[in-house]
């Protein structure tokens, strides 16, 4: 990838605006995937059920209204969910519990951009027999519908649905790969411009791939294509730990609630 002779200019943001940021890029994530929805302003709700790990409503205030955002979205066939983007709201007399609590993180626009990969060495002597060398991963944008596929087929572990689809292939969304010398997507990521932040999300590796090589490959590709840009997103376990490693800091806890009544 090559940004030309794009000038890099540093976007500084406040905490509490980086929040809010990173709350409606994934808002706008959640709706580019799902097809559709409606935004209010105190919500972004989908009236119908939206494809496997995307939530039926996003709050973007903390002073959404429990009731108006169940009023906004399909709680009768299974699998209704909310995005509790301030972990302010108490669903549990609408029939919702808890799924999991994770951070929504950021990384600063002046942050220094991730080394690229250095060439796969040898597996020393002493590895344990078929253990994999570390990978150097050559990092694309999917230009196309076929190249998209191939993607989730890797993201997916040897599955395509079809979840993100060919419409997703805009200016403002980029998914990211991370190809062996052979050609075999070894790890990758999406990202999603909006205003003055990217999200970065389904961050994944393949085979073996260390997570940090993913990270590292995900960012610079990120910089590249948004120069100066802060990079949001949100992540929880292993993964927050990894995003903590890469530059990354806690900008506040979110919570999904799954409908189960």
């Excluded at 919702?96 to 942050?111: C, N, S």
């Excluded at 060398?133 to 395509?160: C, F, I, K, Y």
């Excluded at 805009?170 to 999603?192: H, K, Q, S, V, W």
């Excluded at 948004?226 to 530059?247: F, I, M, Q």
């Amino acid at each position: 990838m090559s940004c030309g002779t794009l000038l890099r200019v540093i976007i500084d943001l406040d905490t509490e605006e980086l929040l809010r940021a990173a709350v409606h890029n994934n808002a706008e994530w959640c709706a580019a995937v799902s097809g559709g929805g409606t935004f209010a302003a105190d919500a972004w709700t989908s009236a119908r059920r939206t494809p496997p790990y995307y939530p039926d409503g996003v709050t973007l205030t903390r002073e959404a209204s429990a009731d108006a955002l169940v009023a906004g979205m399909d709680t009768k066939s299974p699998g209704c969910s909310v995005k509790d983007s301030f972990a302010a709201l108490d669903l549990a007399p609408a029939g919702f519990e808890v799924l999991f609590g994770a951070e929504w993180i950021h990384r600063p626009g002046a942050a220094p951009v991730p080394a690229a990969s250095a060439p796969a060495a040898p597996a020393p002597a002493t590895s344990a027999p078929g253990a994999p060398p570390s990978p150097a991963l050559a990092w694309t944008r999917v230009a196309d519908a076929a190249e998209l596929a191939a993607w989730e087929t890797a993201w997916g572990g040897g599955e395509s649905t079809g979840l993100f689809h060919p419409g997703l292939l805009t200016p403002e969304i980029a998914f990211l790969a991370g190809r062996a010398a052979d050609g075999r997507i070894l790890a990758g990521a999406a990202a999603n411009r909006t205003g003055a932040v990217v999200g970065l999300s389904n961050v994944f590796t393949a085979d073996g791939t260390p997570d940090d090589e993913a990270w590292a490959g995900a960012l610079a590709a990120v910089a590249d294509l948004w120069p100066g840009l802060p990079v949001v997103g949100y992540e929880s376990g292993d993964d927050l730990d990894t995003a903590l490693r890469h530059g990354f800091t806690p900008l506040g806890p979110l919570r999904v609630w799954l409908h189960t009544a």
